[in-house]
């Protein structure tokens, strides 16, 4: 994400790398598996037919492996490849994929900015931005450092900027 003219950048970050496993869906996560497992019997049985068809099932064992592995390893993937940066004027959070490109959004600091920390030592920090005007009407909008080290830190120089002495 590229600085406007005049921006200092205050701090930089990356979420803790060692993110617990979503296992938040415990009856997804098991779909998934028994998913995986009827599309992998009904490629074998579809194979011994000698037609092509048995091809098909590998999106339904993709489908299958997205909703029992990917979900679980998201939030280690997320933290692996997130950049977050503070600045004198915004807040700005970049995921840099590998093989995408680079996807980031911006929220401006104001003294309207509604800023919220979540839990400790890897702490998250939101931003809430709200009243903004869009297709659909008035809307929040909101940006989140989700488990960085130093939050408290991070917090502190936020809340100057909202103030005005960064």
């Known amino acids: 994400m590229t600085l406007l003219p005049g921006e200092k950048i205050l701090w930089q970050g ?3 790398a060692r993110a617990p ?3 938040s869906r415990p ?3 098991l779909f998934g598996v028994v998913f995986v497992a009827f599309s992998m019997v ?3 049985k579809a194979r011994e037919s000698g037609s092509l068809i048995w091809l098909a099932g590998f999106v339904f064992m993709g489908l299958g492996l997205k909703l029992s ?3 679980a ?7 692996k490849f997130a950049r977050y940066t503070l600045t004198d004027r915004r807040a700005l959070a970049e995921m840099r994929w590998p093989l995408i490109a680079a996807r980031g959004a911006a929220l401006t600091l104001s003294p309207a900015t509604i800023i919220d920390i979540e839990g400790h030592d890897p702490a998250t920090l939101s931003f809430t ?13 909101t940006l989140r450092f ?9 917090l502190a120089l936020a809340r100057d900027v909202q103030k005005g002495a960064a």
């Open 69 to 71: 592995v990917w979900r």
């Open 42 to 44: 009904w490629m074998d």
């Open 21 to 23: 496993l979503d296992v």
């Open 146 to 154: 989700e488990r960085i080290a130093e939050a408290r830190h991070v």
């Open 14 to 16: 990356r979420p803790e």
């Open 27 to 29: 009856s997804q996560l």
């Open 129 to 141: 931005q709200s009243g903004l005007a869009g297709r659909e009407g008035a809307r929040s909008q």
């Open 73 to 79: 390893w998201q939030p280690r993937l997320r933290a």
